[in-house]
């Protein structure tokens, strides 16, 4: 059967990244998909970068790449956001910087939907509600999509003459997906923010139509410690340890 590993969110945490791609290498996911912020917030862009240009078969661009390539203004982010994305533009290579460029917010893989935000708006819209998440199903056209951007691990469907449901996921939970529509984000790698501060990503099983949520443990001091180093702000490492 065809599985994939999902991830998002990465934000040029090395530690994470690499303890993820650990994870998967370890299951039986056939392909790895990444959907946006490879850079932002740590302190490893070019590290981060080069991992998904060998890793993942599809990679999108989100809101903190197109910072650092210029293409969104410094001032929608957050002061941290902002310096972090300013010192990326300092240090990052040529070449990663290029294939920043090169990716898109939003891409399609056979019947999945694929958006770095949300269908509506694949930049910045944050799909944390059941009433966000039922105007983003009436906008999609696939059946299934998969958003990241919010850094919380969580899921929403609509079935056939019913209401929209759906919320935050734990470590473990499995998703039946043979029916309904759905919304899919596998939480953030590098900076989750809904609890747990292990690395957040999805197993979806495309021929079984199911997907099942992994945390992965890794390095936090290691992590954190690179973010002081590059003397990026002390909030962008002590809420690591919280995910936060």
Same mark, same amino acid.
């Given at each position: ?28 996911? $056939? ?11 740590? $302190? ?13 078969? *599809? ?8 910072? *650092? ?12 956001? /902002? ?9 990052? /290579? ?35 509600? *059941?009433?966000? $998440? ?13 958003? +990241?951007? /919010? ?15 759906? +919320? ?19 939480? /953030? *790698? ?52 919280? +995910?936060?």
């Amino acid at each position: 059967m065809m599985k994939v590993a999902v991830i998002s969110d990465i934000h040029a945490n090395r530690q994470a990244f690499e303890a993820v791609l650990q994870d998967v290498a370890d299951s039986d996911a $056939a392909e790895l998909w990444c959907l946006g912020d490879l850079v932002g917030y740590g $302190a490893d862009p070019d590290a981060c970068v080069e991992l998904a240009r060998r890793h993942a078969a *599809v990679c999108l661009a989100g809101n903190h790449d197109l910072a *650092v390539l210029g293409e969104v203004p410094m001032k929608d982010f957050s002061r941290g956001a /902002s310096l972090a994305a300013q010192w990326t533009q300092d240090v990052i /290579s040529p070449e990663n910087l290029a294939f920043l460029a090169s990716l898109q917010a939003t891409g399609k893989e056979g019947a999945v939907g694929l958006y770095h935000a949300s269908p509506r708006d694949p930049v910045w819209e944050y799909v944390l509600s *059941v009433l966000l $998440a039922e105007l983003c199903l009436d906008a999609q056209s696939e059946r299934v999509c998969l958003i +990241g951007h /919010s850094h919380v691990a969580c899921s929403f469907e609509r079935h056939e003459g019913e209401a929209a449901k759906g +919320g935050s996921r734990k470590e473990g939970e499995w998703l039946d997906l043979s029916s309904g529509e759905w919304l899919l984000n596998p939480g /953030s *790698v590098g900076q989750p923010r809904d609890g747990d501060p292990r690395a957040g990503w999805l197993l979806l099983d495309l021929d079984g139509w199911s997907a099942s949520y992994r945390r992965t443990p890794y390095d936090i001091a290691g992590a954190a410690g690179a973010i002081r180093a590059a003397r990026l702000p002390a909030s962008l490492a002590e809420r690591l340890e919280y +995910g936060q």
